[in-house]
């Protein structure tokens, strides 16, 4: 037993740095590929360049894709929490008949395979008639990220104390005004994490994005894929490590202003 | 029930007055047909078991459930068709109810500004709330910022502000540690003296009930099994569930029959003869004699003074401020005499005889 108890925590030690190692490993092949210099991806590179860097910040459809990931992503992730947050409390705060049906409804696209969204609604845009404009990739993206919003507020819904609700009534506050005064600023940190994190996962799927976009509506992810079918130079690689560093720096700054104390802040107001 | 309570009960103006409700969950009957009332400015405690159905009748007063029978009034007005925010009681939360994200004096205002009232008013009754609660100094915090007992006197300013009818705490001390508890219960009744407001305290802690309240309602099943003073409610239970929940009492089996004006009970060798004005209820057969440990002595065996029966020493316990003796008696029973002087423990050791003296005028029989 007490070598066991002495080994278990250079063991358990072990353990969690060879996954870090192995979920991060990738990630830094190819920030080290993206500064080599040869016109293929090598690693270790065996001369230094930053000329595929400026090949992907100039690349026309890399700019394109940005600006059209952007504006999809915002559009996305916006409605997505609007969608979200009332699905969230719908399912809270009101039991009805079918409530656990939009539950599942709404966390399904969990387990549906974007590809079959994707087609999905390929094949429904073209049967109404509609282009594949940019409304069917906000569409797509809206279904495929609701569920994680509406989770990230579920749980920040959670955590609060439905006395304050009652202590709130019971002082002369209306339903909506509870909910403006009361809920709204309670679940500001959730939603934010929320709309971050639908933001991140709509500007990088690619599955069923890569069905309902064409020329002029390609989001970032499917142009890079459009590159790679003819291209095989580090200028991926570049690219790849711009977004991993924007990613990071992202949630970094996210996690500072609107971070984790806030949020378990309103845990622990006991 | 007793002539004191009817006299209470009709006596002043009623400020609170529940009148036969009911309110089920699924095939229990939470709150069963209660009815009581409330005067103004009056301390009322709802005491009771968990599941005994005290906070559901507190929902009930506050709106936060529909009765499905009867009606609730407040100052003679009927409330039932009204919703919480409509109604104009304030609520003291077991866990205080504090809104995070706001500070104390946001908290303590939000009643004032739901009505309305203007800036300056709420800023100036705000700080006079803090003042009564003796944090004055507290505004700018934020709740978590204080401690339990401060949170607790926030909340409490938060529910007066609003100058309501009526005021509900929900086991507002239950949260704070013991120390504090005592001293929170005596600022808590210095407030409602000075307020003067009607008050409807829940607890299920009986000395905080007694040592508070005005009177006391203890609720059992649903029901308000009696609604009297702490004084009335300790020496004279209304029945067998109030007499073995309040304090500690000694259950003594026997069998009781009538005797001309008097009530004879019997087990084994011991014969009790009590006024059949001190026996609620007809008929023979087996009963129980309830007597509280403090009613009764230990004193010599055999002689008149033991009027209840003689018995060994089976145990002591000592308790600091008093001994118990536990003592079994000859015709089988098992009692706890409170003896109140320490030489009790020398000089009733264990396996000692005695006999016990029964002040039969705290006794009840059920």
Redesign the interface.
């Known amino acids: 037993m007490r070598l066991a108890d002495r080994l278990a925590r250079p063991v358990f030690v072990a353990i969690v740095a060879l996954v870090l190692a192995f979920v991060t490993l990738p990630s830094l092949v190819v920030v080290v590929v993206a500064f080599g210099d040869k016109s293929i991806m090598m690693f270790p590179p065996d001369a230094w360049s930053l000329r595929w860097f400026e090949r992907a910040l100039t690349y026309p459809d890399f700019r394109k894709g940005m600006v059209n990931g952007l504006y999809i992503s915002a559009w996305a992730s916006l409605l997505a929490v609007a969608v979200g947050t009332m699905g969230a409390y719908a399912i809270d705060r009101f039991r009805f008949r079918g409530s656990a049906l939009l539950e599942s409804l709404l966390l399904s696209p969990l387990v549906i395979p974007h590809f079959t969204l994707g087609v999905g609604l390929l094949i429904l845009a073209s049967g109404l008639g509609l282009s594949r404009g940019y409304a069917v990739v906000v569409l797509c993206h809206l279904i495929l990220v609701v569920p994680f919003v509406m989770r990230s507020v579920y749980v920040s819904l959670k955590n609060i104390?439905p006395?304050?609700e009652?202590?709130?009534?019971?002082?002369?506050?209306?339903p909506l005004?509870v909910f403006l005064?009361?809920h709204l600023?309670?679940l500001a940190p959730g939603l934010a994490g929320g709309w971050l994190f639908a933001f991140i996962l709509s500007f990088n799927e690619f599955t069923a994005t890569l069905f309902v976009t064409n020329n002029t509506t390609q989001t970032l992810p499917v142009a890079m894929y459009n590159y790679v079918r003819e291209y095989a130079d580090p200028t991926m690689a570049a690219l790849s490590a711009l977004l991993i560093g924007i990613t990071a720096l992202f949630l970094v700054v996210a996690n500072r202003f609107l971070g984790l104390d806030r949020i378990l802040?309103?845990g622990?107001?006991? | 029930m007793s002539a004191a309570e009817t006299r209470q009960g009709a006596e002043g103006d009623v400020s609170l007055s529940v009148d036969r409700v009911v309110k089920s969950f699924g095939d229990a009957r939470a709150v069963d047909d209660v009815s009581l009332k409330v005067r103004r400015g009056e301390f009322v405690t709802l005491l009771g078991p968990s599941g005994c159905g005290k906070t559901t009748l507190l929902n009930l007063i506050a709106g936060f459930l529909a009765p499905e029978s009867g009606e609730i009034f407040i100052d003679g007005a009927p409330i039932s068709g009204l919703s919480p925010f409509e109604r104009n009681i304030g609520v003291v939360f077991q866990n205080y109810a504090l809104f995070p994200h706001m500070t104390v004096a946001e908290n303590v205002g939000f009643g004032l500004k739901m009505r309305k009232v203007g800036k300056a008013e709420v800023e100036r009754r705000v700080q006079e709330a803090l003042e009564m609660v003796r944090l004055p100094q507290m505004g700018d915090r934020r709740p978590r910022q204080l401690s339990g007992g401060q949170q607790q006197r926030i909340a409490l300013a938060r529910a007066l502000v609003i100058r309501p009818q009526l005021i509900l705490l929900d086991e507002p001390f239950s949260a704070i540690d013991k120390n504090l508890r005592a001293e929170m219960q005596v600022e808590l009744k210095t407030i409602q003296r000075q307020v003067g407001i009607t008050t409807i305290f829940v607890t299920h802690d009986q000395s905080e009930a007694l040592s508070m309240s005005d009177r006391i309602a203890v609720m059992s099943q649903g029901r308000v099994q009696q609604l009297s003073e702490p004084i009335e409610l300790y020496r004279r239970p209304a029945n067998s569930f109030v007499a073995s929940f309040i304090g500690e009492i000694n259950r003594l089996a026997c069998t009781r029959r009538r005797d001309a004006d008097c009530v004879l009970l019997e087990h084994g060798a011991v014969r009790l003869r009590l006024p059949a004005a001190r026996v609620p209820g007809e008929g023979t057969g087996d009963s129980m004699l309830y007597v509280r440990p403090e009613a009764l002595r230990a004193v010599d065996p055999g002689t008149p003074e033991a009027n209840l029966c003689d018995g060994t020493v089976d145990a002591q316990v000592y308790q600091g401020t008093h001994v118990d003796l536990i003592v079994k008696a000859d015709n089988g029973w098992l009692l706890r005499v409170r003896e109140p002087g320490f030489d009790a423990l020398e000089r009733w050791p264990v396996g000692a005889r005695l006999g016990v003296h029964a002040d039969l005028a705290e006794a009840c029989v059920y």
Do not use: E
């Open positions: 104390d006395m304050l009652r202590a709130a009534a019971s002082l002369g506050a209306r005004t005064r009361i600023p309670l802040s309103i622990s107001h006991r």
